[in-house]
């Protein structure tokens, strides 16, 4: 099987910093990329920041400025750096992985079990 571990997320007030990290381990075969999604009530899951093995990144122009991703490709892990930290950015934060596993042909996207992030005004 293939498991996203996440870790990171808590509550703190507005303006302050927060490191969100996901370690994607199990039957891994090749990783494509990895990421960052956040989903808060009433709405759909978006997207937030992308990072891709050869190291391309996306981001929501809504953290644009304030949110770094990084991944580390020995570790299969991914890092989204959060400062300046709003109201606003209160969400379930879910990590992502696009891989393939061993013994399927194909990539699909996986899945952590999302950590909540909560900011205080």
């Known amino acids: 099987q293939v498991q996203l571990v996440e870790s990171g997320g808590g509550l703190v007030q507005a303006g302050e910093s927060l490191r969100l990290s996901c370690a994607a381990s199990g039957s891994i075969s090749s990783m494509n990329a990895m990421g960052w999604y956040r989903q808060v009530p009433g709405k759909q899951r978006d997207m937030v920041a992308r990072v891709s093995t050869g190291g391309s990144t996306n981001y929501a122009d809504s953290v644009k400025g304030r949110f770094s991703i990084s991944m580390d490709n020995a570790k299969n892990t991914v890092y989204l750096q959060m400062s300046s930290l709003k109201p606003e950015d209160t969400a379930v934060y879910f990590c992502?992985?696009?891989?393939?596993?061993?013994?399927?042909?194909?990539?699909?996207?996986?899945w952590g079990q999302g950590t909540q992030v909560t900011v205080s005004s």
């Open positions: 992502n992985a696009y891989l393939r596993r061993m013994g399927f042909a194909g990539w699909r996207d996986y």
